[in-house]
């Protein structure tokens, strides 16, 4: 008998990973965001073990198992490959909280692409949060969960996200946007966010998913920048964060025309979230959303500079296809744009922007339809 079939009860869960319908760089600004989840998610399968050895493994890189005593996470975790700092920086994470973790199995199976701004490692992490729970640690309960998949990221792995993937993995329903006010999220202990109807096709609409190709990676500089850049920008001002700023006539006190930018684009691109989850809730036609998309990216572009040629060529091509509004999602630096399309022009987007993306040398990106997936849980 192998040692699966000894264990007791394999369970399997799942967790999405998202697109942000709009809201970018705003959740470390303590501001707004709109994510749905996307129909592509970590799987993970997972049992208990009676001894105390975490492991971890993935069907993306089979050579690549951990196994560990789960007092040693911390201590080993430069010796870790990096894909399962994400799993173990979760279960350190409980176990740093007080949660008592013994013997564990878990197995991934991941199909958000990497790299793409699709949130893969957030997936991973609440894929990771969801299975310890269920097998460890029953009581704990959403938010304490999103801040455990959080800290994973943050501290384990070193990539200094906000909160945005992790709350939009857990919390996100079927056939919804989710408006998080990530302010009054972090200090209430309900409430914080609101489910809004979410049904493109009901207004033959599609919302297209195009995955260019150019990777990027969180731990690295350009994010790490874009949020001390935000932070010293609230310093000047007298701020606790850029929320507080309401209208961009009080950012003339930034004398640093780069923090002027910086800071420009957080206050309107929270006006913007607010703007569309107003139309959203009120019914209105979501076509009207598409010019806060378009102005949404070119703030993003020009403001913060997280955009890349890739990804404004991408853009431009959808837009001059017919799109009624499209942009960049995630962080930047490569990754994903979002096309808000009519049924009827999508292959012809589809079509113009991966010739505009072949034309630059990217000729592997991939186009998906994004409809309003559930959030993380278990599965049968
Ligand atoms: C990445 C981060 C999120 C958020 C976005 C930009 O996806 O993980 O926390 O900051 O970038 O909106």
């Known amino acids: 008998m192998t040692e699966r079939e000894e264990s007791t009860g394999v369970r399997r869960w799942s967790a999405p990973g998202r697109v942000n319908l709009i809201g970018e760089h705003t959740d470390y600004n303590d501001g707004f965001v709109l994510p749905i989840a996307i129909p592509l998610a970590v799987a993970c399968e997972g049992f208990r073990h009676t001894d105390d050895l975490v492991r971890v493994s993935s069907r993306q890189r089979p050579h690549e198992p951990v196994r560990l005593p789960a007092r040693a ?77 959080r800290a994973a990221e943050n501290d384990y792995v070193g990539a200094p996200t906000g909160i945005l993937d992790h709350a939009a993995s857990i919390l996100c329903t079927e056939g919804h946007a989710l408006f998080l006010d990530v302010r009054a999220f972090g200090a209430a202990e309900t409430g914080g966010f609101e489910q809004i109807p979410f049904d493109l096709a009901a207004t033959g609409l599609r919302l297209l998913v195009i995955d260019t190709g150019q990777t990027h990676d969180h731990a690295a500089g350009g994010y790490r920048t874009r949020r001390a850049e935000c932070a010293a920008a609230a310093r000047s001002l007298g701020v606790d964060s850029l929320r507080d700023i309401d ?62 040629d890739v990804l404004d060529a991408a853009v431009a091509a959808a837009r001059a296809a017919g799109a009624h509004g499209s942009r960049m999602v995630g962080g930047g630096f490569g990754g994903s744009i979002i096309a808000l399309v009519d049924i009827g022009a999508a292959a012809r987007v589809q079509d113009e922007v991966q010739k505009r993306l072949a034309s630059k040398g990217f000729r592997d990106s991939r186009t998906f339809e994004a409809v309003a997936a559930p959030g993380a849980g278990p599965i049968e």
Request: hydrophobic share 45%; glycine share 8%; proline share 4%.
């Open 73 to 149: 996470l911390a201590a080993e975790r430069d010796l870790v490959p990096s894909w399962a700092r994400y799993p173990l920086g979760v279960v350190a994470e409980f176990g740093r909280r007080g949660h008592r973790i013994e013997g564990l199995e878990m197995v991934f199976d991941g199909a958000v692409p990497a790299g793409a701004g699709l949130s893969s490692s957030a997936a991973l992490c609440c894929a990771a949060a969801v299975a310890v729970r269920d097998l460890c640690a029953a009581a704990v309960g959403d938010r304490e969960l999103i801040d455990i998949a």
């Open 247 to 308: 209208d961009i006539d009080e950012l003339s006190r930034l004398s640093d025309p780069v923090l002027y930018r910086r800071a420009r684009h957080v206050v309107t691109e929270n006006e913007r979230v607010r703007t569309v989850a107003a139309l959203l809730r009120a019914g209105a036609d979501p076509r009207e959303t598409g010019p806060l998309l378009n102005a949404g990216h070119d703030s993003l572009r020009d403001d913060f500079e997280v955009s890349t």
